[in-house]
């Protein structure tokens, strides 16, 4: 199952088919069914939970600190507020 896990947020489809085929073999149909339901569940709460800016934890803040520097997250909500800042003004006039 951690296999499928890793698996499904990748890219290698080789890897994730085998994975999709442990489970199968070990446990059904259903059981696949059930891993992907729930895979696809966590990818969509994980990721309103994130747009509505809850809050990261200090430790995953700390081992993202070097991707979030990299790729310019973390200029985001600066952004943000620029540019509804700049929306309330045109509004404004």
Known sequence: MIE???AVLGDDDVRLQA???AIHDAMGADAV???AGVAA???A???IADSTGAPLEADKAEMT???RAE???DAFA???EALDSDMAKTAAE
């Open 4 to 6: 499928f896990a890793e």
């Open 19 to 21: 994975a999709r085929q």
């Open 33 to 35: 069914v059930d891993s």
């Open 41 to 43: 569940l966590f990818n």
């Open 45 to 47: 709460i994980d990721r």
């Open 65 to 67: 600190a070097g991707l």
């Open 71 to 73: 790729i310019g997250i």
């Open 78 to 80: 600066a952004q943000k």
